[in-house]
């Protein structure tokens, strides 16, 4: 019987019965498992008794990483070869452990670093190691340059990100994708709204926008506009920087976290200024408006480089809802500005001829708007100024430059109205010198107004000119009107002989034409230093040399005969003295002479 089962057959007929073969491949497989199972064993208590392997270990957190990495190859290898084998069963299990701690570990470096990364530290950490072997191979010296460079808080929350990047690479290597980035999204989400919230970012709704007070929504509108640059350029960047660091080995991924994480809170930040664009407009309300836009327009590059992503479009298109928004309520505030100065009908004259509240207010008004010039030419670019043809008569001698650009345009237009408005307020003085005086005040104010602002690029030279030579004109109608009754008291050419009796009835018609208008406008008020001294200046020109040649040729005899003090008022400088105190309002009339 033996000799049947030990005979020896032909090779033709007999091939011996296939058996597996334990190679050395098979051998090294089996210890990666082994020292895998060390490992796993080892933390798999160690994590409930609290303490983590990232935290005070990163040495054997390496191997760990390592030996889970080789336990995944030996899964394969198991696969390949045979997929019934208890080996798998178990490597399945050991790899079960393996992603419970790694999940564990994930959710306790992104709950102690809950802290926004600076963005630089993420750009830097991103360039300076991206990937398991750069961490492998890290020297003492790469590690001391490092440290020379950051501070301590930098290079903490570095190591930060580069373990969720190892665990991240890790987990979704292993195939376990949705318990990596769904831990990643809640608590990342939480960071950033806790961010945002601690920025004064509020989610509010129309409605409840459109019922604040108008003191209420400006103090929102300021936290608004303090929070939105640190939210761009620093929270959202960083969160993207940050998504792209931990996630670098799927784009897919990171651009399905940052959306989770970031969308929600940016379609917020950007939808606020939408909601107050939605509320009833008015003039006071302009600043802040164009703040906003400011804001976002300033922003807009930044924007663009956060959100690319597709998935995140919606947000860059609620950023351009905006603006588009705001620029409607500028534009709907400009024209209620117009129709609010045209519109104004006060009866009541400014005491003194002194400047008008209507142009402290309007010329105000435009030189705060020139500071967002820049915003303004967007905004009205094609908005372009609808003028009536032709121009009420009450604008004739005024000109708008058609070839300006529109914001200039719409500037001088605002501007024509004013003056116009304030022609009409003119007509209510009684005295005619007076308003004259009035227009010579208020226009100056204009022209100051404008030189001392960035109007004066809007309006350029050739205006500035023209509305000086409209102040000249003006104090000149002024002189002539208010002091023509002196002026005529004097002789026309002091050459001429002329009678004692002449001489005499000149000093007296001097004497009550002069004293009548100091005293006429004590109280009249010329705001500018430089036009009060101006019109003083030419006062003196025409009357000083003229009295004192009278004085000077008459005086004694007048005295001698007829007694200083009936005839003889004024000394020369007393004119002098008189004309410096007018056009301050302060009420001073002419006495005798005190010489």
């Known amino acids: 019987m033996r000799s049947i089962f030990f005979k020896q057959s032909s090779p033709s007929t007999f091939t011996p019965p296939s058996s597996p073969r334990y190679t050395f491949t098979d051998s090294l497989v089996d210890e990666n498992v082994e020292t895998a199972m060390i490992f796993i064993e080892k933390w798999d208590h160690d994590i409930e008794t609290g303490s983590f392997l990232f935290q005070f270990h990163r040495q054997e957190a390496k191997e760990y990483i390592s030996a889970v990495y080789n336990l995944q190859s030996a899964m394969h290898h198991y ?9 798998l069963v178990q490597a399945q299990s050991l790899m079960q452990k393996a992603m419970k701690l790694l999940e564990k570990e994930f959710h306790h470096i992104l709950k102690t670093k809950r802290e926004n990364p600076d963005s630089e530290s993420v750009s830097t950490s991103r360039t300076s190691k991206s ?79 459109q019922k604040m007070d108008w003191e209420v929504l400006e103090y929102k509108i ?14 959202f960047y960083s969160e993207r920087l940050f998504c792209e660091h931990v996630f670098s080995a799927s784009a897919s991924i990171r651009e399905a976290c940052f959306t989770e994480i970031s969308k929600e809170g940016a379609m917020f930040l950007f ?19 164009l703040d906003m836009y400011e804001a976002i327009s300033n922003l807009w590059v930044e924007i663009e480089a956060v959100f690319t992503f597709q998935s995140v479009s919606e947000v860059k298109l609620q950023a ?19 129709a609010a100065i045209q519109k104004d009908n006060s009866k009541t004259t400014v005491p ?14 435009l030189t705060f708007l020139s500071d967002y010039a820049s915003s303004l030419v967007d905004i009205v670019e094609d908005w372009p100024l609808q003028l009536p043809s032709p121009l009420p008569e009450a604008y004739n001698g005024y000109q708008l430059n058609d070839e300006d650009n529109v914001l200039a345009v719409r500037f001088a237009w605002l501007v024509l109205v004013l003056v116009c408005k304030i022609d009409s307020k003119a007509e209510l003085y009684k005295d005619v010198a007076l308003s004259y005086l009035f227009l010579a005040n208020n226009l100056q104010y204009v022209i100051d107004k404008v030189r001392c602002s960035n109007l004066k690029f809007a309006f350029g030279d050739d205006w500035m000119i023209k509305y000086e030579m409209k102040v000249k004109q003006y104090a000149s109608n002024y002189e002539r009107l208010g002091w023509g009754k002196v002026f005529a008291s004097l002789p026309g050419d002091p050459t001429v002989e002329i009678s004692s009796e002449q001489a005499s009835d000149c000093f007296k018609r001097f004497n009550l034409a002069f004293e009548d208008v100091c005293k006429k406008q004590s109280s009249w008020i010329v705001s500018d230093p430089k036009l009060r001294d101006e019109i003083k200046v030419s006062l003196a020109n025409r009357i000083v040399p003229a009295y004192t040649a009278l004085y000077e040729k008459y005086r004694a005899e007048l005295t001698r005969n007829l007694g200083r003090e009936h005839v003889v008022k004024f000394a020369p400088d007393d004119l002098g003295n008189y004309l410096s105190d007018l056009f301050y309002g302060g009420g001073v009339g002419p006495g ?4």
């Open 79 to 87: 696969i390949k070869e045979n997929s019934n084998t208890p080996k």
């Open 131 to 209: 990937s398991f072997s750069d961490f492998d191979s890290e020297d003492e010296s790469s590690r001391h340059a490092s440290e020379s460079v950051h501070p301590e808080s930098d290079r903490i929350a570095t190591k930060a990100m580069d373990d969720l990047k190892l665990i991240a690479d890790c987990m979704i290597a292993s195939g376990y994708t949705i318990e990596c980035i769904n831990t990643y999204k809640v608590i990342r989400k939480s960071v950033l709204d806790e961010a945002m919230y601690n920025l004064g970012i509020e989610r509010f709704t129309l409605a409840q926008v």
């Open 222 to 235: 300021k936290q608004w506009l303090n929070a939105v640059k640190i939210a761009v350029k620093k929270l």
């Open 271 to 289: 939808g606020f200024p939408e909601n107050v664009a939605k509320c009833k407009v008015s003039p006071e309300k302009m600043f802040r408006i």
């Open 320 to 338: 351009v809802t905006s603006l588009s928004k705001l620029g409607d309520a500028v534009r709907a505030m400009l024209t209620e500005f117009d």
């Open 352 to 365: 003194g001829g002194g400047i008008h509240p209507l142009t402290r207010y309007v010329m105000n008004y």
């Open 592 to 595: 005798p002479s005190r010489k």
